[in-house]
């Protein structure tokens, strides 16, 4: 096996250093999260008799824009996430929170 030999290790060090900023800025880049500086808010709404979680669910896709070009069954997932709840029944006069930007 071929040993390297370090001619100049004033070169070397320097190399060595401008090699490790750039990996270093690399993975800093790759691994930055961004946070948008809009806080998710929610609004209150009741439950009227007959009212569904796909009917809210496809009223919020097309007038929320919290909910913009997401799938229904996500949106549905997550209202219930939301409102700790379990099954998809709704009760007339319950108050469910719906986020919004």
Known sequence: MKHIRIVNKYKFIKSITILLCI???IL???THKTYSNSEIKYKTEYIVKGETLWAIAEKEIQENTYFQN???QNVILELKEI???KTSNL???MEIKIPIY
């Open 23 to 25: 990996l270093g800025s």
């Open 28 to 30: 800093c880049i790759a």
């Open 70 to 72: 997401k799938d229904i």
């Open 83 to 85: 409102n700790h709840m």
């Open 91 to 93: 009760s007339e006069g």
